[in-house]
């Protein structure tokens, strides 16, 4: 019923940018939180950042100062614009919405398949 693709990972140098796109699709009604997870090797799933619908946001200590978050309500789109990237950055990010489909009053937590985010040393 809905869908999240990510798109904008690969492979980038320490100290450089990489901007990332999550796209939601489907019987959506509206879209409220959402956010960036990333898992590296042997790691456990964590938030990077999170958006409300009204563009409160939240970030990881990690991500301070260097990541940004931002959404656009009427393409169903987030955004995670990462600069100053750093090797303990590699990770496959996925993107994580709370959906409200149909004439439905919660929403449900949906993920994307994931993006790869490689930084080279």
């Known amino acids: 019923q809905v869908q999240l693709v990510e798109s904008g990972g690969g492979l980038v140098q320490s100290g450089g940018s990489l901007r990332l796109s999550c796209v939601g699709s489907g019987s959506i009604s509206r879209i409220n939180t959402m956010g960036w997870y990333r898992q590296a090797p042997g790691k456990q799933r964590e938030l990077v950042a999170a958006?409300?619908?009204?563009?409160?946001?939240n970030y990881a200590a990690s991500a301070k100062g260097r990541f940004t978050i931002s959404r656009d309500n009427a393409k169903n789109t987030v955004y995670l614009q990462m600069n100053s990237l750093k090797p303990e950055d590699a990770a496959v990010y996925y993107c994580?919405?709370?959906?409200?489909?149909?004439?439905?009053?919660?929403?449900?937590?949906?993920w994307g398949k994931g993006t790869l985010v490689t930084v080279s040393s």
């Open positions: 958006i409300t619908r009204v563009g409160s946001t």
């Open positions: 994580n919405a709370n959906v409200v489909v149909g004439d439905r009053i919660f929403g449900t937590d949906y």
